[in-house]
Each structure stands twice: as structure tokens, then as C-alpha cells.
């Protein structure tokens, strides 16, 4: 799991009382109480994950899918890795068609996966500061952020980070804040000339979260030339339960304020905002409707369209050369989610494109839309998911390169 993209959502989503944070903070530096922590969360790991594999393996072979390992082993490593392949799999169930008893039974599997990693994650660090000498004048820092964290893995990450990136942070933090104010002070000012608002349901303004700022400055960094004229608006909106994660039409793009992962969502929504840009507007009709609008043939887009579809509600004979479960939905989501694929694994896009000529067109495609800039991958997958937007990023990776 990467540091930053990590801490950011917790930071930004976590209410905890100040004085149970730093009272954590000051048991995270003594050895004894992390010694005795290690062993402990060695132990709930083990037998948590032992239980994981149990039901997961059993909900595949229900599934009748495929694992390249049965059974349970017994080093860490290997159990980590099998959980690793674990996930990818369930990711790639679309839980729609499931009875009700198997979408709860692969949330529920889902949301251990994710406790899992928080174990994993602390044994690691845990380890990492045993290993060397604390720096106090970095844990008074640490002492006096204004941060919280949920447990005291996080506080132990938080040190680690402080440790080894504390002038990045420093940098990054100044950029979210200058950020902030400058917009909600200049409004019709927000980058590159995009109006941003933040609302209640109800219409009511509120702040812009600073972590959204990064968020959205680093997005808009990474697109491709002449995305500024494509996006005019971006709304984020909070307290609508029913509102879908993101929304997008010519122009203009509605995001989720509650949304985990907001950094995903805006990347695939961005990809609507840069497909849905008519730049043709006249001659050969081609059979491809975006609404109302019929476009013409020599859109760009329409090219794309037709590596895999005949028209909006008809793909090309045999073909399941598609990003994600979710792209077969229509032309529309096929494109953006190939375009944050290319952005979010382009490592993992690069290899598929070795695999199926289709999937090659399409990373070609993508590939002249951003003039040969390509991206790295934190990981590499092997299987299609059903949502790109469910893979791992290297949040890291993406703020520098887009800072």
C-alpha cells in the first residue's frame, strides 16, 4: 500500500480525539511496546489471513474461476501473495448478476481484504522502526500535527513518513493550502481557468477539501494538450446518498465529495471530459450517438468506438478486448476507462497490449492522444477487473510527476 495516496484519505476522512492520538504517537516510540505490538499483530495476521484464504478459495471455486495456488500456506510472504491474487480475482466478479447472499459474501470479503492490508502494513512499518534510531526532533513534529489517524498502525506509518519525506510533505502540504485559498477567493480564478464549486445536496457552499486540490491540481497536470479546453466546470457535491460516484457530460464533470476514491473517479470522469469533446462537426455520419447527437465519421473518437463496437448498444463479433468488466458497458465507458488504465497501470495496459491486437489498438490510440507520455504501474495485473478504478495506483508516482 503507498504512503501518500494511504495517509491522505485517512487524514481527510478520520475524526479522533488529539490527546489519544499524541498519547499513540508517544507509546509508537518505545521499543518494548513495539516489540511486544509486533508479535501481536504478527499473530492476528496470520490467523485473519488463514481464515481469508479459507473463504475466499471457496467462494472462487463456487465461482468456478481459477487460482494458480490452493490451499493455505503457512510463510507470511507466500500468504500475502496469494491474498494479492485473491483480490485480483474477486475484482473481477461483477457482483450485479450475484444473488443477494453472494454480493454480501463478496463485500464482506472485499472490506477483510482491506483489514488485512492495515495488519500488513503495520507489521512492516513496526519493522522498519526497529530497524533505526528515531529522530525525536521528527516525532515532536509528528507530536504537534494537526493530523489524525484512526490506529496506531497509522501513527506509525505517519512517523515513518515524516522520517524519510517530511520536506516533500512539507511542499506538498503548502501547495494543497495555497491552492485552497487562492480559489475560494478567486473562484472564476481555479486552474487553468475551470470553474470549481463545492455544495451541500441542498446547494449550500462549502470548502474545498485541501486534499481534493492536490487531487485535482495533479490530475489536471497528467491530461493530455488541450484538455483545458475541453473541461469548463467540476462540482463536487456532498450529502447525496444516491449520488453515483461520478457524473460527466460535455464539459462539465460532478464528483462525489464522500468519495474513497476521489483520485480514481476523477481520472476515469477526465476521460469522458476528453472523449465527449466533439472536434468534427460535419460530414459523413457515423452510427454512434452521444444523446441526441449523432457524430460523424471522422470524429476521433468514433475510430476508437469502432476498434470494439458496430454502434452504442453493439460490439464487434467475439470481441472482450476491454480495460474492465465496466467498459463493455457502452463505447463511452470502454474509452475512459482505457484512458485511466493508460494513466493509472500503464505498465499493466502495456502488457495487455502484447496479448490482443484490439487492446493494442487501443494503447495506441491513447498512446498519440498524450504525444508518446507514458506512466508506470505500482503493480502489475493480469486480469481484467471490473472497474479500473478498483486497482492499485502509485499515488506517489503521480504527484511528482505531475507536480
Do not use: C
Not at 463456487?62 to 487460482?67: F, P, S, Y
Not at 473562484?187 to 449550500?204: A, E, F, H, T, Y
Not at 475510430?303 to 463505447?331: H, I, Q, V
Amino acid at each position: 500500500m503507498l504512503l501518500g495516496g494511504y495517509l491522505g484519505y485517512l487524514s481527510a476522512l478520520v475524526e479522533l480525539d488529539e490527546q489519544k492520538f499524541l498519547q499513540q504517537v508517544e507509546e509508537a516510540t518505545d521499543k518494548a511496546r513495539l516489540e511486544k505490538q509486533l508479535a501481536r499483530t504478527k499473530s492476528i495476521l496470520d490467523a485473519r489471513s488463514r481464515a481469508y484464504i479459507r473463504r475466499s478459495q471457496e467462494f472462487i471455486r463456487q465461482k468456478q474461476l481459477q487460482l494458480s495456488q490452493e490451499g493455505i500456506p503457512s510463510q507470511p510472504q507466500e500468504q500475502e501473495r496469494v491474498i494479492e491474487e485473491i483480490h485480483t480475482t474477486l475484482s473481477t466478479i461483477d457482483p450485479a448478476p450475484l444473488e443477494v447472499q453472494e454480493r454480501q459474501e463478496l463485500q464482506s470479503l472485499k472490506e477483510e481484504q482491506q483489514d488485512l492490508t492495515f495488519f500488513q502494513d503495520e507489521v512492516e512499518v513496526i519493522e522498519q522502526i526497529l530497524a533505526r534510531e528515531v529522530d525525536q526532533e521528527e516525532v515532536n513534529v509528528l507530536l504537534a500535527s494537526d493530523q489524525p489517524r484512526r490506529r496506531i498502525s497509522d501513527a506509525l506509518r505517519q512517523l515513518l513518513l515524516l522520517l524519510d519525506k517530511q520536506k516533500q510533505l512539507s511542499q506538498e502540504r503548502q501547495r494543497a493550502r495555497d491552492g485552497y485559498e487562492y480559489w475560494q477567493q478567486n473562484p472564476q480564478d481555479s486552474p487553468r481557468g475551470i470553474l470549481i464549486s463545492v455544495n451541500n445536496k441542498d446547494g449550500v457552499g462549502r470548502e474545498l477539501n485541501p486534499l481534493h486540490t492536490t487531487q485535482i491540481t495533479t490530475a489536471l497536470s497528467i491530461m493530455p494538450q488541450g484538455f483545458d479546453q475541453r473541461l469548463k466546470s467540476l462540482y463536487i457535491v456532498y450529502g447525496d446518498s444516491k449520488m453515483r460516484r461520478g457524473m460527466s457530460g460535455v464539459g462539465v464533470v460532478f464528483m462525489k465529495g464522500e468519495e474513497l476514491d476521489f483520485f480514481r473517479v476523477l481520472i476515469h470522469e477526465f476521460g469522458h471530459i476528453y472523449d465527449l469533446h466533439r472536434e468534427v462537426a460535419e460530414g459523413e455520419k457515423s452510427p454512434f450517438y452521444d444523446g441526441p447527437y449523432r457524430l460523424f465519421v471522422k470524429d476521433p473518437s468514433v475510430t476508437y468506438y469502432s476498434y470494439s463496437w458496430k454502434s452504442n448498444a453493439e460490439r464487434s463479433a467475439g470481441s472482450d478486448a476491454f480495460a474492465s468488466t465496466y467498459g463493455m458497458s457502452d463505447p463511452f465507458e470502454d474509452f475512459a476507462e482505457a484512458f485511466a488504465l493508460y494513466i493509472l497501470q500503464g505498465e499493466t495496459f502495456l502488457d495487455w497490449k502484447e496479448s490482443d491486437p484490439v487492446l493494442a489498438q487501443k494503447y495506441d490510440f491513447l498512446h498519440q492522444v498524450f504525444r508518446g507520455r507514458t506512466f508506470k504501474s505500482s503493480k502489475r495485473f493480469l486480469t481484467q477487473p471490473y472497474d479500473v478504478t478498483m486497482l492499485a495506483v502509485d499515488y506517489d508516482y503521480l504527484l511528482e510527476i505531475g507536480g
